[in-house]
Structures are given as C-alpha cells and as structure tokens.
C-alpha cells in the first residue's frame, strides 16, 4: 500500500491542529467507510477519513500470525446480486477472486459431525433426498423437509422469521440440525429472531415464484457465479482494504488514524470535533462505523423520545476469532472439509464455527509448508455475556487458545496436541455482527430518514454493516449510495 503523508500514516497518532476544513469527513475506516471515501475523493471531494483503530480496515483488516499474512476479519464474500465481484473488478482485482476448494462444510450435532448441503442456502437444503442432505437429516427428518414440495403456498406465508418459515416449509429437524447452526455461525444469532428478507433477500420473491423453498433456494444458488455462494480473494480479503486505502489516497484523501469523532455539531458546515482536539468542518458527514448517540443525536431532525427510538439499535455480536497455525499432516485428508458449523445444544465444545483455512482456501494451502495448517475458531453470539476487555493480539488469552485447540480436537475429529500449535493469535471484533432482525431494520429505516430529514440541508448519511446487514454484498452498495446521497 502507498505511504500516506506524515500526519495521515497508518500506526502514527495525529498531531493537534488548529480547525481544518475539508469537503467531506467519514467517521470509521472499515470497508463502508473506505467505499464511501473512494465514492466522493473520485467525485473531487477532499475527504477525511478518522479511524479510532491503528489501521483502516475494521473487520475486513489482516494480521500476520506465524509468518503467514492472514484475515482478521472476513475471509469470503457472499455472491448474491454479483456487487462484490462487480466493485472488486472496479477495483482491479478481478484477477484475484477465487473460489474456495469443492470439500463442503459440516455441522456438529450432539450426536455427532454430518456434512451440510452443498446446495444449500443458509443451511436450507435445495434437495432434502440428497446424500449429504439425508445423512444428517435421518430419513424421518428427509421426508418431513419433502413434504414441502406439496405445501400449499400458503403455508409460511405469514412467517415473522427465518426460522418460523423454515419450521413450517421443512420441519424443526432442519431448522435444529442444518439452519440454526449456519446462521449461527454466520450471524451469530438464531433465526428465530431474523427478519428472512434481511438475512437473504431474493428468498421472499422466490418462494413467492416456486411455492417451494427448496426450489427458491435451488433458483438462489442456480444464480449464483459458478453455483458458488462464497468467494474470496487470493491473499485473504485484506487485499481489498489495501486496493481501497490506495485509491483515497491516489485521489486527494487522507486516512488519520487512532482519531476518533467525540462530537458533531450542525449547520451549513458540520463541525466535526476529533480525540485530538481538532474541530473538521466539512460540507458532508458520512457515520461508517457504529455511532454513539452522542455523536448522532444533534444532526437528527427528531427530539427526545424520537430520538431513543431511533437511535435504539442491537449492540450486536461479541465475537472472538482464534487462529491456530499447527503442525499437522494429519489434516491433509481434510477430515471435515472446509469447516464445522456447531449446533448451540453441542456442550462439548464452546465455538460456534471452525474454519479448516489451508482446506477451503487453495491459495492459503500453496503458502505454507507441507504439514501446516490454518483453522480459525469463532467464538460469541448475540445472546451470550459480553466478553470481558482484556487484550487481544499473538500472545494473548492463552486459556482461550488452548480451549480452541480442545474444540478443534473435537470438531476436527484428530487428536491435535499443544505442541503443534506454531502460532496462534485472538482477535476481538465488537458490534460487527448485528443482528438483522425486523426491529433492526425498523430502527435502520427510521435513522436514515431522520438523518435525510435535517431542515437545515447539512448533508450527512449513515453506511457500514450497523445498518446496511451483515456481509459485504450488503455493505458495499450501501456505502456507494451513501456516498452519492451527500454528493447529491
């Protein structure tokens, strides 16, 4: 990545400056916030971006554990609708969008690992009678997911959640073995409490058009490049916050990090108050990162009570990623292809999801030696106790590292031993999980209009995962049009 200026270079704290002028400030340094920074610095916009982290890139950001540069967030993309491979190749990447390896995931069960439908959709299976399908399933479980094939359309039809409709269509049986450990480890919530078109939203349309969810998830993945539902980019993901940092930078923006918004200010300038002291007036606001009210409340157009119910959101997931770096031939086989999602009612093991890096990831596999492997843990869901505040990096929590060696023992089925652990590194993500419940899409939707609604023309606009979904098929378009809402 280019060297920003002195002052803007990621890792350096900012010097205190007198009151700055720029034509627009994003508050948070993640994918949204860089997108939308790209958006207006190409439009001609001198913009800032503030970053309370020591490096842009929020959970999309890499980090180097035994050697090997490695996700610290995301590891893939979602490739419904095509906007991700659509902006990476704007980008100039398309040359490094790769497609994870042909093994297929599994599921851990309290009664032990099956694999997931290959051709499914959040779980939901395209073909209960299939193989892979019927082996986790059971027969009973096969024939009751059958049975909606031949359901009135009717039925579902009125479902408030994912997981009522997947209950009506196909039966508790999926919806306990296959869809709540997926969105789990997906959303780290239960699908219970996810509105359906928030968590996948061509499904509606195409239930309504198949009166079969097998068949809508069957036309969802048939649409998807290559049938795949996830891709990723050879070197990890973290390749794109690069490309995108690179890009501001190239246009006139500058990247200040271990800044943070404390307060904002309305007008026909909104003055944007730093951590350091300085006071940035700009013509445009965009919130790309999960805002206090502090910092949102003066630029809604609502008061009082309006503006608690506005501003309540879902504080989301406290999630922890654990990567392991092992020494361990025994893995070549893959013995649960790229992963393991854990149904919550498995007591033996305390993470949600593991991901067999070197197995879904050809590119991962060609960088490291013969023998080495990289899995990664994820541990928290929306309901669970908030984790506490202790350090995450390389060497810390070790208790947690060790009992992420215990979990993968179990869920990869092969007596791993601590001293095959090379490397290994946790990382806290908070807040970057929210869950896409009706309630959340209903707070989201009253935000932006009473941010759109200022009587005094201050062009502010909110983007990022907060509010856009979960996943950067969601993130990325959201920012785009936040961006040109300001420029508008």
Known sequence: MSTPAPDDRPGTPPKPAADERWGAVVVGGGVAGLVAA????????????????????????????????????????ATRGGAVAAYLEDLGLADAIVAPGPLGSWVQLPGGAGPLPRTGLLGIPSSPWSADTRRTLGWAGAARASLDLVLPRRVGARAGSLGALVRARMGERVLARLVRPVV?????????DLAVDAVSPGLPAALREHRSLARAVRQ???????????????????????????????????LRVRTRAVATRPGRLVAVELSDGTVVHAE??????????????????????????????????????????????ELDAAPRGTGVLVAREVEQVAAKALTHGTAKWPWLAAATPPGTHVVRLSYGRSDDEPADDSPAG??????????????????????????????????????????????????????????????????????????????LASVIPDAVAAARTVLD
């Open 38 to 77: 790209r958006e207006l610095a190409r439009a001609g916009v001198r913009t800032l971006v503030v970053e309370g982290r020591d490096a842009v890139g929020g959970a999309v950001r890499g980090h180097v554990v035994g050697g090997l540069r490695l996700d610290a967030g995301a590891e893939s993309y």
């Open 184 to 192: 789990g480890g997906v959303h780290a919530a239960d699908p219970d």
């Open 220 to 254: 969802l993945r048939a649409a998807a490049p290559a049938g795949a539902a996830v891709q990723g980019l050879a070197g990890g993901m973290h390749v794109m916050v690069d490309a995108l940092a690179d890009d501001v930078l190239a246009h006139g923006g500058a």
């Open 284 to 329: 445009r606001l965009v919130v790309a990162a999960p805002a206090s009210a502090d910092l949102l409340r003066p630029l809604l157009s609502a008061d009082g009570d309006a503006q608690d119910e506005v501003l309540g959101f879902d504080d989301g997931a406290d999630v922890r990623l654990v990567t392991l770096v092992l020494d361990a031939p």
């Open 394 to 471: 390389p060497d810390a929590r070790p208790e947690l590292v060790a009992r992420a060696l215990a979990d993968a023992r179990v869920l990869l089925g092969v007596p791993l031993r601590d001293e095959q652990v090379l490397a290994s590194a946790v990382v806290r993500w908070t807040q970057s999980l929210p869950r896409p419940s009706a309630r959340h899409r209903d707070a989201t939707a009253a935000l932006r209009a009473a941010v759109a609604a200022r009587p005094d023309g201050t062009r502010v606009a909110v983007c990022g995962a907060w509010v856009a979904g979960n996943g």
